[in-house]
């Protein structure tokens, strides 16, 4: 007696067809399960994106940026259970914005937030204001740095997923114009904003080279600097906010600064496998073993916040702390520099600068949930910025891909923006294709968690170019994709011909073209994708040519024919484009004769 | 007034500590969160692995094999409450067991039981017996391939993640000696088992090298060489049985059936984006849109076990209607093919057949956990072997790295075996290269799914390398490694010395040098991992070179000198060394010194 296996699905889910009974579509909607927090959900009239809380997840703050004014402000009567607006707040006189939260506290939507709103697509400019007043987004926009090329952009939950890229030189590696190379790149590569890490060349040259030529924030850790030519015992408060005020002069959108990591935390990192993985997190670690004092960011939080009014410098406050390797994840270190940030950000918030704050390293992939969400209940919805984690730690070489799995999962559960990691992680300075493995990796990740937290139109990209592929039209398949040089090198590596299959099963066996001959089928059949005769493809580009040259699979002679082939060249290699069976119709081994002897578009 | 950031932290997360007061670890333990699926606790004695249920996920069926025997074993009286056992149970007379099943059924701990309870590591051979015996493992091992290399393995989630590598020829690209390269090369860089999804070239020849030269079990889709020579439209019965005899015979491990696109489920593949992508399921499909008949290979079903039976085939049920885009994720066809796969898994076991069942392609983040968990609902705990799921549809040439992220996660909530994509995919036919990068993002994927599963010993290699790390050895760090030639090659493009830093930093920022020489801190001082001074390092091997050279980011000149160098080249180079800062000690120059000029070990 047969089942009735579609009648099982419909009775087995019925939520599936709630919405439309004659879809075909089973289909769980996109973010689904998915249960915004309420905090967000309505206040700011912008929907924040978030997967759903497993049960034993800690709850979110019911606070945000509008629960620590300037104490200089007052709350107007009247207000006291509508407060989340700049109406509800009496300025002091002759006050004046600064920076981007300031405006937005004022109820003013800025320059820079009409063009964030223009450039995120799903979100009003009012809506961008709401959320940085909200202190859900940022927007790291130095007022220096926008007289040069900088074109505004924003990182919060509500907002798609971002992508940083690092570089910089090192004493061993490197020097300006290698790394304004890189920032070009990686530019191209799709990163959002950019640090500038260098330890090492003329740390000054580099970063005035690097603002001046991003059209992206650029990030600095600045106790970097601090510390060339000193030592670390040595550092004073002087030094500090000197470096703070000429590197904000020179236009840094935002800073690392690692004020979480508190004297009375460093017992819990002894019995850790890797202490502390922080550059300025162990700098400052070894400052006040030295001193036996207070971390000295930490106790000059509000002068340093003072130099970051002046231009409008975004505070990035930095995980000293984070984990190192999978053994050290989610301890009490951690958790407690955690809890600290989120007193930073209160502080930094009470005197109008913009946060976000950042997150660990190395995190085994059933912890990764409980390490973002626990972000969201210690500082009040901040921009949690996340680097990686790593879901393992045994793979160096490969670290671009143990972390954005770590990643992808981090923003799906929260994360803003995601901090790249190179196939040179654990290894050495990125090179120029590491940048570009960084970035790629980085942004299926970002691209990924949009689509999984069902942020409008972002899988509409995904969409099309399945129509394109399931057309097989390749070119449009190509043109569509994330890096279409590498797509059509390795398509052309095998078969240089684009028809309806290619070298991955011939065509008897390839399913996307019977799919599309399936008369009852849509598949392949959508009006702005279909072509008329299979066609040689064109001669291979530079670019092309340089990834099959690095892949090594073919000769010399192979590529030279693909860099430079020409009708009667194609015609000549008689073995290269018999890929029809022998049950292939006439028709299709005519057609292929036409193309290797007719013509070519 | 000081926040007390440890109390804090303590109290809002009281089960953080409640194993161990004392501890300094807060974390989440592995696999935290975990309910294994109650149907598999404590039933055959062996933990199954499982992450926590989302609020809404489908629960698991409450049978197993044992619900479904062949219809001549009877009950024995008494056992009505008390039958998932070989006791329970009244076989038929003159009874012979044939395959893995049968035998576990008999409460048999078979040879090959036997070593995968060594390979495994956790698990006794008895566990492995009964969770075999429950049709939630299988060990593919045809007793004709058991003649030649094979080495036991098995699926099952109670298991380590197992990865499979597909290869084989097309008529466009390859051939028999290429394959089994691409075998071999499969083989060192983890995968636990190969398909051979030849379409091209010598199919018979090309099998028959591949079975006798593996040490993994060996898969095909039969349907491929029963289209050779003949249309789709032709195939009939005796082709098929023929087809399964004749594989069988030469020792293939286990057959992709694609017995689930039954015809009734065609008209919900209509509105599809891209209709079928599986090979064999779009071949059936067309076949039953020609004959307005029902899938031969559903309506066969039970001759079919007859073949398998002979020489313990193994059954990888296909997944025909799997979706190949984001886009039809999750819908009807898909489910309701997925609940036929568990009829047929119920009637497979009823012949005493072992089962896997095989899963979707393209799947958003946010439907893995539910795509995974309704595979035990329908299919009764089989074990699950899935390919991908890729994340994003948009970044061709990457495929192995948005596939993987969905590989892992599907793995966490349930997936036993997951198959490998390569940077080739959709795009042409996988060289060796691909095959190793396909390995391992798939390695990667498995092994992060089994530390966040907490299967037993699976991070002590995380651990262990993190210490190597901690301690500055290098040479540790790699040979732990999974791909020491491909760390040691990216850590000497920049750095030809081990020592107390690397060119990521230099020496005055290395965070990890600074955690060893806090005297307070743990770090770096595990005995096993200390040496004495830093040391130039080897020269380059031939497969490092390569790895550089490919690079393209060393000069020939420059991969020369580290593929030859002696002490009098380093000592030649002044640059390259001078990694220390002007505020380095003298005892770091002088030694660095020594290093280029003294010995080198």
Redesign the interface.
Known sequence: MA?D??A???E??PE?LASDPSS?????T?????SAPEIAAGRAGAKTYS??D???I?KPSNKTAWDFMPTDWTLIEGFEDDYEKAEAWQRPQNYEPSTQLDSARCGIVTVEMQRVADREGHLTATQVRDEVAAGRMVIPANRNHLQHNLDPMAIGRASKTKVNANMGA????SGTDEEVEKLKWAERWGADTVMDLS??GDLDACREAIIQNSTVPIGTVPI?SM?????IEDLDEETILNTLRHQADQGVDYFTIHAGV?H????????????????G???L??WM?HHSLQNPMYTLWEDICDVMRQHDVTFSIGDGLRP??????????????L??LG?LTERAWRKGIQVMVEGPGHV????I??NMK?QR?LCHGAPFYVLGPL????????DH??S??GA??AA?HGASMLCYVT???????P???DVKQGC??Y???A???D????IPGT?D???D???A??ALNWQK??D????PD??RA??D???DVDTDF???????????R???E?Q?????KSDDYQWQKAKVSAALSEEQQ?ILE????LSPEELHRLASKTKKTMGAEEGKAS?????SDADKAQMLQIVELGSAD
């Not at 085994?364 to 912890?367: F, G, H, T, V």
């Not at 009852?520 to 392949?524: L, T, V």
């Open positions: 089942i296996h579609i099982r699905v419909k087995l889910m599936i075909t579509h089973a289909g769980t996109p973010g689904s399960f998915a997967s759903q497993s049960p034993g800690p090192s004493p061993v590696s330890t090492g970097y510390i060339i030519g000193r030592r508190l009375e935390h460093l017992e819990y990192v002894k019995n850790r496998l890797i202490g502390i993985v922080s550059r997190g162990s700098l670690a070894k073993i190192g390797g999978l053994a050290d994840a989610t301890d009490i270190a951690q958790l407690a520099e809890s600290t007193e085994p992939l059933d912890q949930e409980f626990v209940t879901v393992t730690d045994v793979f160096p070489g490969y891909i143990t954005c799995i992808t999962n799906w196939p040179k992680e654990h290894l050495g300075l090179k120029k294709d790629v990796a942004k299926i990740a691209h990924a968690a689509v999984a937290l069902g899988r990209w995904d969409d170019l399945t129509r592929r399931a398949h190509f569509l994709s994330f890096d590498t797509a390795y398509h590596e095998d078969l290619c070298a991955m099963c011939g065509h008897d066996w390839c399913s996307v019977i799919s599309k399936i009852e089928f849509a598949s392949g340089e690095k892949r090594g699979v890929c029809h069976s022998e049950v």
